[in-house]
């Protein structure tokens, strides 16, 4: 699966209704509150960079990564745009590789939950704590068992002027693995439209085992909140931000 290959093409056609700026808002509020106000930042799983963008407006220092060529070549059309001194790095979350060390990792927009297998969160997460300042910070967002339990079985299809998707959803409750095979039709030249198929998996993990992979990876679990709150995640959480620190590394003035 290639995934995000076709639908690149028209994501934020689709995504349009994402309040990306609420969203930074409240991410640069966690930030703040962990004592992150700038510095370079590492925005994993960047996708086409619209939170990426509204993060360096804001004074971060940003680095994008991303697994998808397709996505990351829309995040530096945006880019040559709007000006802003971003890096995109072509690689898969389970293996990156930075220049040096930043002061906070964030991955939005349930980029985690594609991880599907419990091995490799843990390896993401050591991969973080290594590449964090000392007492650095990752918040990351997951979708819930209980989200993917409400959607469940379901297809939703839409159509725009120049493309339309069909969604195709099932959830397995035992390997709590969620399934969506998208179709897409994009208009390419004239009336011609070129059809895309994919397969997309997610995982929808429980808070036990995220504090379980945070302690495999040697990181600090600091909390959980219910999405777009200061709360804590309850049953009918759709959403949740998770906020690990980084454990093991000597600040520079206590050396």
Not at 57 to 86: C, N, P, T, Y
Request: glycine share 8%.
């Amino acid at each position: 699966m290639d995934a995000y290959s076709g639908f690149a093409a028209v994501y934020d056609a689709f995504m349009d209704n994402v309040p990306y700026e609420e969203w930074a808002e409240y991410l640069t509020g966690l930030l703040a509150d962990y004592g992150v106000t700038g510095g370079l930042v590492l925005d994993l799983g960047c996708g086409t960079g619209s939170l990426t963008e509204i993060l360096a407006r804001r004074g971060f220092d940003m680095i994008g990564v991303d697994v998808s060529e397709e996505m990351l070549q829309a995040a530096m059309e945006k880019r040559s745009e709007s000006g802003l001194d971003i890096l995109y790095l072509l690689q898969d979350m389970r293996e990156f590789e930075l220049y040096g060390t930043v002061a906070a990792v964030v991955s939005i927009c349930d980029s985690m939950n594609y991880l599907t297998e419990y091995t490799d969160l843990v390896t993401v997460l050591k991969l973080v704590n290594n590449y964090l300042d000392p007492k650095g910070i990752f918040i990351f967002d997951l979708n819930t068992v209980h989200k993917y339990r409400e959607i469940g079985e379901e297809t939703i299809a839409e159509s725009r002027e120049d493309a339309g998707f069909i969604w195709e959803n099932y959830y397995d409750e035992d390997s709590r693995i969620n399934e969506y095979d998208l179709t897409l039709f994009v208009r390419e030249d004239g009336d011609l439209y070129r059809r895309y198929d994919e397969t997309h998996y997610q995982r929808a993990y429980e808070l036990s085992e995220i504090r379980r992979a945070a302690e495999e990876a040697g990181m600090e679990y600091v909390t959980a909140y219910d999405a777009f709150t200061r709360e804590p995640p309850h049953e009918g959480s759709g959403r949740i931000y998770v906020v690990l620190r980084e454990r093991g590394k000597v600040p520079r003035e206590s050396a």
